[in-house]
């Protein structure tokens, strides 16, 4: 599998921007990049997905670099509820066949947000 | 609400005693694995399933045992619990062609003495 690398920590001010860096060098052309994030005692949830195109929902966007070797998850106004750990994650293209349908975490980016 | 529900929420379990973790789904999920989390690390994968009758292993299979008999169930078997296996517990499922990506479990915290 591909592999991320992503800082061990940020911290941002309540109800301002955060951009989470991610960090892909090796990635594939047929790589998704996903985004989850992990609230305290709480299980992974998903935020974001994409190719090579920009992507909004109402969690997040998701800035891709050109050449797809780096991309940035932002947060538009940072809550105290966001305080979480954040994985960045490749994943093949579907249909998911066998061991392509797994999803392999990393260490995350703990985001602190402060009041 | 639809989603992935997990059972028990917390356990104890004596070393060499077994249990079966239980997760079930009702969005109709091909997919669906098994991952434990120990403190300050991210989620290994255990096992995992692209459909009933099919699993495979993952990461970190050793000491566990699933079985995918329907769409909607993947339970999780501690054959000998060990101290080892202290950790919490996440089932996940998802379709075969998302267009979103997997549905956690709220997770089953266990502890082994």
């Known amino acids: 599998d591909a592999k991320t690398t992503q800082p061990n920590s940020m911290e941002s001010n309540e109800e301002e921007p955060v951009h989470l860096p991610c960090n892909h060098s090796?990635?594939?052309?047929?790589?998704?990049i996903h985004w989850y994030r992990q609230l305290p005692s709480q299980g992974p949830e998903y935020v974001i997905h994409?190719?090579?195109s920009n992507v909004n929902n109402r969690m997040a966007s998701l800035a891709i670099a050109e050449d797809r070797k780096s991309s940035t998850l932002i947060l538009h106004r940072a809550t105290l509820r966001d305080a979480a750990v954040y994985y960045c994650?490749?994943?093949?293209?579907?249909?998911?066949?066998?061991?392509?349908?797994?999803?392999?975490f990393g260490k995350g980016i703990t985001l602190s947000v402060r009041p | 609400n639809a989603g992935v529900t997990q059972t028990p929420k917390f356990q104890v379990l004596k070393t060499g005693q077994s249990m079966t973790l239980q997760c079930a789904q009702d969005m109709n999920h091909e997919y669906m694995s098994w991952y434990r989390q120990d403190p300050g690390m991210g989620l290994r994968l255990i096992h995992y399933s692209v459909g009933a009758g099919i699993t495979d292993q993952g990461e970190v299979p050793n000491g566990y045992n699933v079985s995918r008999s329907t769409t909607e169930d993947f339970p999780l078997r501690l054959l000998s619990a060990a101290p080892s296996q202290t950790s919490v517990y996440f089932c996940?499922?998802?379709?075969?062609?998302?267009?979103?990506?997997?549905?956690f479990g709220s997770g089953t915290r266990l502890t082994v003495v």
């Open positions: 090796t990635i594939s052309g047929t790589d998704y």
């Open positions: 994409g190719l090579t």
């Open positions: 996940a499922s998802s379709y075969s062609v998302p267009s979103g990506g997997y549905t």
């Open positions: 994650i490749l994943r093949s293209r579907p249909p998911y066949t066998g061991a392509n349908s797994k999803l392999t």
